[in-house]
């Protein structure tokens, strides 16, 4: 079976501030990781994935986010986030059918001027 | 091209009532997806489709239930709309070629069983 722990259910943070936001995930067999991003009343839209080579990937809007299988984690983070940033961030998982995605939580971004 | 497109956009049941959301994709996708958020759950796979012709449960799919009537449409109905369900529901598809791994979803539909 494969889960998603995403630790932070909040992220405040100021503008042109750095931050990083947290996904943990458990399987048994190779995944497939994403990060998607809601904004206020919308569906979501895939901001970045790693499927298989460089651990380093970068997605829209200047963010970027690092698998590490030693520690099952594929944190999300942006270097000086904007005003425009503040959503909602889910990370997920699947398979290699992609028949079924498993999400976590969500981390709701706060940028404050 | 409108994408994943769903209707409606708001609903309001009593308990007990029936209903179907309705949910379309222009983009010649095989794979369909339903899910519901709630706050601090993120999204929950319903039911899926994927292929015409074909439908799988997901992690929650008791009190539901899903017809995949064409490639384009799928459907999602509530026989008997519990207090429980009070979500918001999404439709997603699957991409195709380079995409194949990736979902596109609707703009959801918002309902409140009384």
């Known amino acids: 079976a494969q889960s998603v722990t995403q630790l932070d259910s909040q992220v405040p943070v100021f503008e042109e501030a750095p931050v990083e936001l947290r996904c943990n995930y458990s399987?048994?067999?190779?995944?497939?990781l994403f990060w998607y991003v809601q904004y206020p009343n919308q569906g979501l839209q895939l901001l970045l994935k790693?499927?298989?080579?460089?651990?380093l990937v970068k997605g829209i809007n200047g963010f970027e986010a690092e698998f590490n299988k030693s520690q099952t984690s594929f944190h999300l983070r942006k270097p000086s986030v904007h005003i425009s940033d503040t959503a909602e961030y889910f990370c997920?998982?699947?398979?290699?059918?992609?028949?079924?995605?498993?999400f976590g939580s969500g981390t709701k971004l706060n940028v404050k001027p | 091209n409108a994408g994943v497109t769903q209707t409606p956009k708001f609903q309001v049941l009593k308990t007990g009532q029936s209903m179907t959301l309705q949910c379309a994709q222009d983009m010649n996708h095989n794979s369909m997806y339903w899910y519901r958020q709630d706050p601090g759950m993120g999204l929950r796979l319903i039911y899926y489709?994927?292929?015409?012709?074909?439908?799988d449960k997901g992690e929650v799919p008791n009190g539901y239930n899903v017809s995949r009537l064409n490639k384009r449409e799928f459907s999602l109905r509530l026989e008997s709309a519990a207090p429980s369900q009070t979500s918001v529901y999404f439709c997603?598809?699957?991409?195709?070629?380079?995409?194949?791994?990736?979902?596109?979803f609707g703009p959801g539909t918002r309902l409140t069983v009384l």
């Open positions: 997920a998982v699947s398979g290699s059918l992609f028949n079924k995605f498993y």
């Open positions: 399987s048994s067999v190779s995944v497939y």
């Open positions: 489709s994927a292929s015409e012709g074909t439908t």
């Open positions: 997603a598809s699957r991409g195709r070629g380079p995409s194949y791994n990736e979902q596109f």
């Open positions: 790693y499927l298989s080579g460089s651990t």
